[in-house]
């Protein structure tokens, strides 16, 4: 297994007393799920700020002990209380009513945020300290796939650096970078998972072509991409390399692989990935 890939099997436990999640949404019941099943932490050790009363059910009834709040001040104010980390998992456009609301108090507690596109300067203002990593996670999370960058401000320490990674990692991959790679990650892994869903359609509609069924289609499409994406993960190889290793000579995969070439499908991959940088980049 290549050396940057932290495998889940090795994830300890969080040197933090309580996490508290500011929205319980479905990317922080992936990360907190993880954390659970991994055992990096309990659910008596998290409390979830959520002002729909159903999502605040399933926290409980899912996770016996688990806190669970409204956004009245009292409930904050008890779910921040004694809290070591905060996760913001809210969307980007709530983020600043949380900021203007005195009753998170962020004190010195280390900050996580998932709000795409929020800068660390546009955090560090809002919690009031620089204890602040950004995080750009993407929805295989969900399913325990996940991959994410992150990049720190200047008051994180290599305690909360360590307590960071065992948390993306135990719903995937997960590596550090600069906040200016920030939007290179977004293109990448934060939306290329449509890129891939559409990959894996497209193959399908070709199975339909030539006469599978659809479902069988869909189905070999889907593992085929699967276990192509755990060749690359698993055996270290150049992607090329396992390419050149099923291209026989004068074979069916060689005459494939002229045709996508010819249609542009490398180019339009690279391009694709620019354009969703630059939108990133728009968005700031």
């Not at 962020?106 to 204890?131: C, N």
């Not at 360590?162 to 990692?169: C, G, Q, S, T």
């Not at 869909?218 to 085929?224: D, G, I, P, S, Y």
């Amino acid at each position: 297994m290549p050396p940057a890939l932290i495998e889940l099997m090795t994830i300890s436990k969080l040197t933090v007393a309580k996490l508290t999640s500011v929205g319980g949404g479905q990317m922080a019941r992936a990360l907190i799920g993880g954390m659970i099943a991994k055992e990096a932490l309990s659910p008596n050790q998290i409390a979830v700020i959520e002002p729909t009363a159903s999502s605040r059910d399933w926290w409980s009834q899912t996770y016996s002990g688990c806190q669970t709040s409204g956004t009245e001040a009292s409930g904050i104010v008890a779910a921040m209380d004694n809290a070591d980390l905060v996760l913001l998992a809210v969307k980007p456009h709530v983020m600043s009513h949380v900021f203007e609301n005195e009753a998170y108090n962020f004190g010195d507690k280390l900050v996580i945020s998932i709000a795409a596109g929020l800068q660390l300067g546009t955090l560090v203002a809002g919690v009031g300290h620089d204890r602040v990593v950004r995080v750009m996670p993407n929805t295989p999370s969900l399913v325990g796939e996940g991959a994410a960058g992150f990049c720190c401000a200047d008051g994180v320490t290599p305690s909360d650096v360590d307590n960071v990674e065992k948390m993306l990692a135990s719903v995937g991959y997960v590596t550090q970078v600069s906040e200016s790679q920030m939007d290179a990650v977004t293109a990448v892994s934060g939306s290329g998972p449509a890129y891939m869903f559409l990959l894996i359609e497209a193959l399908a509609d070709g199975g339909v072509a030539e006469g599978l069924p659809r479902q069988t289609a869909l189905e070999l499409a889907t593992q085929t991409m699967l276990g192509a994406a755990k060749m690359v993960r698993d055996t270290g190889l150049h992607p090329g390399q396992l390419k050149d290793n099923v291209c026989s000579p004068g074979g069916t995969t060689i005459a494939a692989v002229r045709s996508l070439e010819q249609n542009g499908a490398r180019a339009a991959m690279i391009d694709a990935v620019a354009a969703a940088a630059r939108r990133s980049r728009e968005l700031k």
